[in-house]
């Protein structure tokens, strides 16, 4: 649940990137934090195992502006993609405003995908949310893959996977080189601001 | 969602009990990492933004390990250091109070102190009318 502090004209809110293990959830933040270093006021905070694995989450903090008054900070998290972090994914997701969820288009993550998809909803409901009701939007990244030899999924296929009950925007992204990594972020910020007028303003 | 008198006597137990009695920067923060309430005695500079989802971290795995061998929680945690050491405590299911001080104070003074001020904020919270 996003902060409104009255006192200050400050509201905080969490945006969480999640996804399967090795998706490109780190490189959409390490991306943002390029492109938007000036409005950055801080580092990026990464927790990483030795061999660069997120451990626990990396977080980037920035400000969009004012709304009615109220200066919004935007906080970035990332999760732990491998599977047996799932108990710090869930750590990572107390009091999250929106998420973004970052699928591999890579054939060989079809399953991890989808399975990830569904640990996010078991995950969402420990903190009473619902996936169906939180601000989300899909990225399927790694869409530079397709002129590779590589095999890749379709986008129609992931959004049958992973979209077809959900129904929300979904992007074919390229982290790496920053396709379509910011007009994601655009997303999920007026999506999710848009949640939070809606319950509080 | 606190109102503006419950953010001014937060505000004002943390400068009377904490920040008074010499302890350097005092954080009150939800668990999601977000920031109430922080202050400082303005010598030292913190970037309090990382700081707090750092710490809310921090809490919620040592939280998670208390229930691994069966505490409900480990509502305490301290970190010492040689120059500067942080006292971190639960003050109500959702919020964390975080109180980083010199070697010039002792444990038991910041314990004391932090006891005091936590009492007086479950006030604040529990009582959106405080004057």
Avoid: W
């Avoid at chain 1, 996804?19 to 933040?29: E, F, S, Y």
């Avoid at chain 1, 732990?80 to 108990?87: D, E, I, L, R, S």
């Avoid at chain 1, 405003?97 to 288009?105: N, P, R, T, Y």
């Amino acid at each position: 649940m996003a902060l409104i502090n009255v006192k200050t004209k400050e509201v905080q809110i969490k945006i969480v990137y999640y996804g399967p293990g090795r998706g490109g959830k780190t490189t959409n933040l390490e991306y943002i934090n390029r492109i938007y270093r000036e409005q950055i006021k801080t580092e990026m905070v990464s927790l990483k195992t030795q061999d660069d694995r997120t451990l626990f989450f990396d977080f980037l903090p920035f400000d969009v502006g004012q709304i009615k008054g109220f200066d919004v900070a935007i906080q970035l998290y990332t999760v732990p993609g491998q599977v047996k972090y799932n108990a710090t994914r869930r750590l990572v997701l107390r009091g999250v405003d929106g998420i973004v969820f970052v699928a591999d288009v890579q054939q060989s993550q079809r399953k991890k995908n989808i399975e990830s998809l569904n640990q996010l909803y078991e995950n969402l409901e420990t903190y009473k949310l619902d996936l169906f009701n939180i601000p989300l939007v899909m990225q399927y990244n790694k869409i530079d893959l397709k002129k590779s030899d590589i095999p890749t999924l379709s986008s129609q296929m992931l959004q049958k996977d992973l979209n077809s009950l959900l129904k929300v925007p979904a992007f074919e992204a390229s982290a790496l080189n920053g396709g379509n990594v910011i007009p994601t972020l655009k997303k999920i910020i007026s999506i999710t601001l848009a949640s939070i007028q809606e319950h509080l303003f | 969602m606190l109102n503006q008198s419950q953010l001014d006597a937060i505000d004002h137990a943390i400068e009377t009990h904490l920040i008074a009695a010499g302890i350097d920067h005092v954080i009150y923060m939800e668990m999601s990492g977000n920031t109430i309430a922080k202050h400082d005695n303005g010598k030292a500079l913190l970037d309090s933004t990382a700081f707090a989802a750092l710490a809310a971290g921090n809490f919620a795995a040592v939280d998670a390990m208390a229930k691994l061998v069966g505490e409900s929680e480990f509502s305490l945690l301290f970190h010492k250091g040689e120059n500067l050491s942080i006292h971190f405590s639960k003050v109500s299911k959702d919020t964390l109070l975080v109180s980083m001080f010199n070697k010039n104070i002792s444990l038991g003074i910041v314990r004391l102190k932090v006891a005091e001020t936590i009492k007086e904020i479950i006030r604040v919270l529990g009582d959106p009318d405080i004057p």
